[in-house]
């Protein structure tokens, strides 16, 4: 049973945190480029498309704790440190997807989506209109988008990034382990 709990963990971990990771890491470019081309429908697609990604992901990645601790449990470490620093942080890891990257993520798509309203806008009425309105929602005009947002979101999809890749390493590792690995 416990190489069937490992197996489900390991894949649920490649397939529910992979796309997560990798999406996440793609957004920040791609959410520049719908900011500053916001007449460009296939940057905005891309970037709801990441977004989708990040948000499904997540919440198929549950299963990978769940299987986790069935494991864990299953091999009896439940108290080992290595065990609960993973935990640790793999808590952070899902505090930080839920609070910091998420969030921002919705905030620049919209962001980008009201520049390309603003455009629409601009074509109907007079071209300082329609900057000046994507300017105030967004912080951005077409010229020059407001990257520190999409540095601060990369940052942060940087720290999620880490932590998965320090559980990863923790779980193949596992400090004390007497099984040679």
Not at 24 to 40: I, K, N, Q, V, W
Not at 49 to 76: D, E, N
Not at 86 to 100: C, D, F, G, H, K
Request: hydrophobic share 55%; aromatic share 4%; glycine share 6%.
């Amino acid at each position: 049973m416990t190489k069937f709990l490992l197996t489900v963990h390991v894949i649920a971990a490649i397939v529910a945190v992979g796309p997560v990771t990798v999406a996440a890491s793609m957004f920040p470019p791609a959410a520049r480029r719908a900011l500053a081309e916001p007449g460009d429908p296939r940057a905005l697609e891309t970037v709801r498309l990441l977004h989708r990604i990040c948000r499904v992901y997540a919440t198929v990645g549950v299963v990978v704790p769940v299987f986790g601790f069935a494991t864990a449990s299953s091999m009896g470490v439940l108290g080992d440190a290595w065990l609960i620093v993973s935990i640790a942080l793999t808590a952070l890891a899902a505090a930080a997807l839920i609070a910091m990257v998420l969030p921002r993520q919705e905030a620049l798509l919209e962001a980008a989506e009201a520049d390309e309203t603003g455009e629409a806008a601009a074509d109907e009425s007079t071209e300082t209109a329609g900057a000046d309105k994507a300017t105030k929602v967004s912080g951005a005009t077409k010229t020059a988008p407001d990257t520190r947002a999409t540095a601060q979101l990369a940052m942060y999809t940087g720290i999620f990034n880490l932590l998965w890749a320090t559980v990863t390493i923790l779980m193949i590792v596992r400090p004390g382990s007497t099984t040679g690995a």
